[in-house]
């Protein structure tokens, strides 16, 4: 009984998010809907990202969280959601027969190969599943996740709404204040604990951590949506998710649930693949100029704007995205002006460093110190990232034609610019000791690593599409029998009838 209620919450917070996606996606006059991994996988984390925003503004308004405060307001917005999509779509016979079509892409088996599709499939479910049983049955085991986040899941959920949490040095003065480990740190994290000790009807430290197993299950179902909406096919997409998702480091992550850095990581991803989506920047098969997609452009935002409410380093993320947008929109110059950009800001960093100031909590330093064994430890020595930092430099340089090839350079220069806040980050802050004890430098690293490996399985596929024309005439042929009549928008996007 205590895993239904959960899951029903969450169910319903999946239904809000997922209701608000399609009713984005349908404003589309000329664009057929996402793939339904894409819509499914997002919608959580939209729903996720608007259950926090309604769940502080009952608190400020001086209410109380219970399930008719909270779970009344989703319910009733994602039904108006519903009703909104149905009629922008010409009412309920045309939502069944996209939705039912939806479902059968997703579902159905590809043509070829279908038994290696198949045997990636089972075994993500295989180990979704045992990663399941690691949440529902492990009590709050991170350290920070019991010293910085559930500390104010605990006392949110014990008074019934949101209260500040103070330095330490001032609950020392006698003034009534709640402190913790990292008082300044945002509410999302939180606060999704919270609505599940709500629904379950008690504070249970391992029960509440339900979304950290959501969140993985989100970002397997938006990559794949993504690549199949590249025009990649189910088995090349399946495999690369599953390399993707099944990095230890990540994995941990959703197992030992309780930390901001996988809910960073999802938003992230998602965000930059949504903007980039926005500018048919990463179209594989299109030679078209860039066109802005409104109803991408605003899930971009809204994903965006969650990030600095998970983790302060959120706003650092948030300007990273940046380079992408520039190069992206101004495709001749803009790589020029995102590399001295880049070296203007660092420049600027090492002349603020000679004052020391704190920046997010962080200590700077003027001189460059980078933290060599540990970087070399975590990313080559030890198992967190499987092969990911031993193929990266490889694939760099066997595509490196195609690095800042018009189609790929966003995103070049999104995860260069994230690579390389990582390593001023390690190197010209405090947080280089925690390089060395190998207490960050993972966690910081995950942030960045799902993008990382979504840029090198499009540069790969860049390079094999153009080294290989017949390759390029499939993809085509692809597109032609997929192709939907804009009359009629569909679910399931880029994919045919046998996709999965």
């Not at 057929?32 to 984390?45: C, D, E, N, T």
């Not at 390690?426 to 960045?448: K, M, P, Y």
């Amino acid at each position: 009984m205590d895993i239904l209620r959960i899951a029903l919450a969450w169910l319903l917070v999946w239904a809000l998010g997922i209701a608000l996606v399609r009713l984005l996606y349908a404003r589309r006059g000329d664009w057929p809907m996402p793939h339904p991994a894409w819509v499914g996988g997002v919608g959580f984390l939209l729903g996720a990202f608007v259950l926090t925003l309604l769940m502080s503004a009952v608190s400020h308004a001086g209410g109380s969280f219970d399930r008719l405060t909270i779970g009344l307001p989703m319910l009733l917005v994602t039904i108006g959601l519903w009703i909104a999509d149905v009629r922008r779509q010409g009412g309920t016979r045309n939502v069944a027969t996209t939705t039912s079509a939806g479902w059968r892409a997703l579902v159905a088996r590809p043509a070829m190969p279908s038994l290696g599709w198949l045997a990636l499939l089972a075994w993500l479910v295989v180990r979704s599943a045992l990663l399941l049983g690691e949440v529902l049955r492990q009590p709050l085991f991170p350290w920070d996740a019991w010293t910085q986040w559930a500390t104010k899941a605990r006392v949110w959920f014990a008074l019934r709404h949101m209260v500040p949490f103070e330095p330490a040095q001032q609950w020392l003065t006698g003034t009534a204040a709640y402190f913790d480990a990292a008082p300044h740190y945002p509410a999302t994290v939180p606060l999704w604990q919270v609505w599940s000790s709500v629904a379950l009807g008690r504070f249970d430290d391992a029960l509440m951590n339900l979304p950290w197993w959501l969140l993985g299950v989100a970002l397997t179902l938006l990559l794949y949506g993504f690549l199949r909406d590249r025009k990649a096919s189910p088995l090349f997409a399946l495999a690369a998710t599953w390399m993707i998702v099944s990095m230890p480091i990540l994995e941990t992550h959703v197992a030992l649930a309780g930390y901001a850095d996988l809910p960073m990581a999802c938003y992230l991803t998602a965000a930059a693949l949504a903007g980039l989506r926005a500018l048919q920047a990463l179209s594989l098969t299109s030679g078209s100029p860039t066109v802005v997609r409104k109803d991408d452009a605003i899930v971009a935002l809204m994903l965006v704007a969650a990030l600095p409410t998970i983790k302060n380093p959120g706003w650092i993320w948030m300007m990273t995205l940046l380079p992408g947008l520039l190069v992206a929109w101004l495709p001749r110059h803009g790589m020029r002006i995102v590399v001295a950009g880049l070296a203007i800001g660092v420049a600027l960093l090492f002349l603020l460093g000679r004052y020391e100031p704190v920046i997010l909590g962080y200590h700077l330093h003027f001189q460059l110190d980078v933290p060599w064994h540990g970087l070399v430890e975590a990313y080559l020595s030890f198992d967190n990232w499987h092969l990911l930092f031993w193929v990266l430099p490889v694939i760099v340089v066997a595509t490196r034609h195609w690095l800042v090839d018009r189609e790929l350079a966003p995103l070049t220069a999104v995860v260069g610019s994230g690579a390389l806040f990582l390593l001023l980050g390690f190197s010209i802050t405090s947080a280089a000791v925690w390089v060395e004890d190998q207490s960050t430098v993972n966690r910081a690293t995950l942030h960045l690593a799902p993008l990382i490996g979504v840029w090198l399985v499009l540069l790969v596929r860049r390079a094999l599409e153009s080294g290989a024309p017949a390759l390029q005439e499939h993809a085509h042929r692809e597109d032609a029998e997929t192709a939907l009549p804009v009359t009629a928008p569909a679910v399931a996007v880029a994919a045919d009838g046998r996709d999965a």
